[in-house]
Nanobody, 123 residues
């Protein structure tokens, strides 16, 4: 059973930063594709960023230049560094994984999901 655990969420002021972590205790995140998603109240879950098994990265247009996805193989953790946060970034953030080489086009292709971590950007 693959279990992903997100952490690092919280309340931050506009313009602030947070770093989210996605960890797995019984599954290696080294050579798999990991995606970060978010879901705001009343909205569909949307893709934020993805790091492929080959460490290629993709970003949603709304976060380009502000968010950075990375992988720490020694810690078996994938991070999402978020800077210049805006109120519209407020959402529950999820990580998910799929055993394929490249980033999928659809969130429905992801196999395993974490339970999410809340990010609230507010003054």
């Amino acid at each position: 059973q693959v279990q992903l655990v997100e952490s690092g969420g919280g309340l931050v002021q506009p313009g602030g930063s947070l770093r989210l972590s996605c960890a797995a205790s019984t599954f290696s995140l080294t050579y798999v594709t990991i995606g970060w998603f978010r879901q705001a109240p009343g909205k569909e879950r949307e893709g934020v960023s993805c790091i492929s098994a080959a460490d290629g990265t993709t970003y949603a247009d709304s976060v380009k230049g502000r968010f950075t996805i990375s992988r720490d193989k020694a810690k078996n953790t994938v991070y999402l560094q978020m800077t210049s946060l805006k109120p519209e970034d407020t959402a529950v953030y999820y990580c998910a994984t799929v055993q394929r080489y490249s980033c999928p086009k659809s969130r429905h292709e992801y196999t395993y999901w974490g339970r999410g971590t809340q990010v609230t950007v507010s003054s």
